[in-house]
């Protein structure tokens, strides 16, 4: 599973220069058209630090616009401009929604059966407690696009690379 989850950020860093949780962040707005950083963490289950620098990568690159709020000025708007929903259209599906949809389509006993499984691997390795979010990731989440294709150069056995749960792998949950 992880190593599926590293070859798909690899591509999706090489291919689109995003990492995973961009892309997630990218195709939540396109989905609600607007929304504000608040409602976008809030949809993603990412903090609203994390969003905000997300925000700012992909608002560098012309590909989300923020706008004050004509009502409230408080309140900040994002939108997706035409170069962000032809990138969202290019890219992959997440690798968790590709998951989720074949997972679905399994027979409900095999289903049971797999949640069984997942469940008692979960006990043993005694990670009842960890908050897991609602993508699997790879890589930081605040990475800058000109680092985002050489992210995995040094590969996942690399002494150069480290893993920490929050940013390198969140499992669904």
């Not at 291919?15 to 809030?42: D, F, M, N």
């Not at 480290?162 to 969140?170: L, N, Q």
């Amino acid at each position: 599973m992880s190593r599926a989850i590293d070859l798909q950020s690899k591509r999706l860093a090489k291919q689109h220069e995003l990492t995973g949780p961009q892309l997630v962040c990218l195709r939540e707005i396109v989905r609600q058209q607007y929304t504000t950083p608040s409602g976008l963490a809030k949809a993603v289950s990412l903090s609203q630090g994390t969003v905000t620098g997300i925000l700012v990568r992909l608002e560098r690159r012309r590909l989300v616009e923020r706008v004050r709020s004509n009502e409230d000025k408080r309140r900040i708007h994002v939108s997706v401009t035409e170069r962000g929903r032809e990138l969202v259209a290019l890219a992959p599906s997440p690798l968790h929604e590709r998951f989720s949809d074949r997972l679905g389509r399994l027979p409900e006993g095999e289903q049971a059966m797999i949640d069984w499984v997942m469940q008692r691997m979960v006990r043993l390795m005694e990670a009842e407690d960890v908050d897991a979010a609602p993508m699997w990731t790879t890589g930081p989440v605040d990475a800058r696009p000109e680092e985002v294709a050489n992210l995995f150069d040094s590969g996942p056995d690399s002494e150069d690379s480290e893993c920490t749960a929050s940013e390198d792998i969140a499992l669904e949950s």
